[in-house]
Nanobody, 122 residues
Framework: QVQLVESGGGLVQPGGSLRLSCAAS????????MGWFRQAPGKEREFVAH????????YYADSVKGRFTMFRDNAKNTVYLEMNGLKPEDTAVYYC???????????????WGQGIQVTVSS
């Protein structure tokens, strides 16, 4: 079992920045690929970014490319999502996830955090 706990969400003005963290614990959590997904009210859960277990490979949704950066610190069993240039359409609950292989398909992941709210509004 792997447990994931997100932190760092909140309210930010358009154009602002936030850094989300996801602390992982449990069995060999550092060997998992990690992903971030988000879900806005009334919408389906959508892929945001994923990273390989080593951190050497990252991939982003077109909607966040160039604004968001995902990275990990395996010594701390933590992954991060640095979000810059935030837009109102980025408002959603953000979920951290872990799986044996990175993918933009949420069904590829085995473990999910409880989610954390990010609200972009003036």
């Amino acid at each position: 079992q792997v447990q994931l706990v997100e932190s760092g969400g909140g309210l930010v003005q358009p154009g602002g920045s936030l850094r989300l963290s996801c602390a992982a614990s449990g069995r060999t959590s550092s060997s998992y690929a990690m992903g971030w997904f988000r879900q806005a009210p009334g919408k389906e859960r959508e892929f945001v970014a994923h990273i390989s277990w080593s951190g050497g490979i990252t991939y982003y949704a077109d909607s966040v490319k160039g604004r968001f950066t995902m990275f990990r610190d395996n010594a701390k069993n933590t992954v991060y999502l640095e979000m810059n240039g935030l837009k109102p359409e980025d408002t959603a609950v953000y979920y951290c996830t872990a799986g044996r292989a990175y993918s933009s398909n949420p069904r590829a992941y085995d473990y999910w955090g409880q989610g954390i709210q990010v609200t972009v509004s003036s």
